[in-house]
């Protein structure tokens, strides 16, 4: 079974400040990472994932992410936000290819001018 | 290419009846996923249909059910609804020979009066 466990429920930041939003998983197989951005009244989107290869996976929007294996983390970083990243980040793993996602409960990023 | 489509949008049903919830996936794949989004609840794995067949169940009551048709379109059946049902249901799809991530659609939110 898996768990994704995201330390934190809300992020608040000030506009171009870094941010970090936590996320570390549980597993006994190898599995498939995934961040997923939910802006308010809307479905979930892709933000990155890490499937095998380099640890470090980029988004196009400048968010990035590492996978550590001995750590069970996959956090998400980006150097410097702007208002419109304010939305629900959602961490999710999945055990195989096209197999259901568990998620983290998500965290809120609140970004203020 | 069309994205996962949903409806209806929105769906207002009173204690007791039941509601259906449809969900066209992306052309070419053969997955659709169901979660459900409660608030305070995070996103919870509903049901899992492939090719036809339910491949894996969340931990929700039997009143929660649903079907995959043979063009892969899918839909989420509720009956006896409670108010706690009230919630976004969220369908996704994806590929298991092609994609390795699943595709959200914008969601059903369910209000149960």
Not at chain 1, 29 to 41: A, D, I, K, R, T
Not at chain 1, 76 to 96: G, M, N, Q, W
Not at chain 1, 102 to 109: D, Y
Not at chain 2, 39 to 63: A, S, T, V
């Amino acid at each position: 079974a898996q768990s994704v466990t995201q330390l934190d429920s809300q992020v608040p930041v000030f506009e171009e400040a870094p941010v970090e939003l936590r996320c570390n998983y549980s597993s006994s197989v190898s599995v498939y990472l995934f961040w997923y951005v939910q802006y308010p009244n809307q479905g979930l989107q892709l933000l990155l994932k890490y499937l095998s290869g380099s640890t470090l996976v980029e988004s196009i929007n400048g968010f990035e992410a590492e996978f550590n294996k001995s750590q069970t983390s996959f956090h998400l970083r980006k150097p410097s936000v702007h208002i419109s990243d304010t939305a629900e980040y959602f961490c999710a793993v999945s055990p195989r290819r096209g197999g259901k996602l568990i998620f983290g409960q998500g965290t809120e990023l609140s970004v203020k001018p | 290419e069309a994205g996962v489509t949903q409806s209806p949008t929105h769906l207002i049903k009173t204690r007791g009846q039941q509601a259906t919830l449809r969900c066209s996936p992306i052309s070419g794949h053969t997955s659709v996923y169901w979660y459900q989004q409660a608030l305070g609840l995070g996103l919870q794995f509903l049901l899992w249909y492939d090719e036809g067949e339910e491949r894996n169940r969340g931990n929700f009551p039997p009143r929660f059910s649903g079907r995959q048709f043979p063009n892969y379109s899918s839909e989420l059946n509720v009956n006896a609804l409670e108010l706690e049902d009230s919630a976004l249901y969220l369908c996704a799809s994806s590929s298991n020979f092609k994609d390795t991530e699943a595709f959200f659609g914008q969601g059903t939110r369910l209000t149960v009066v």
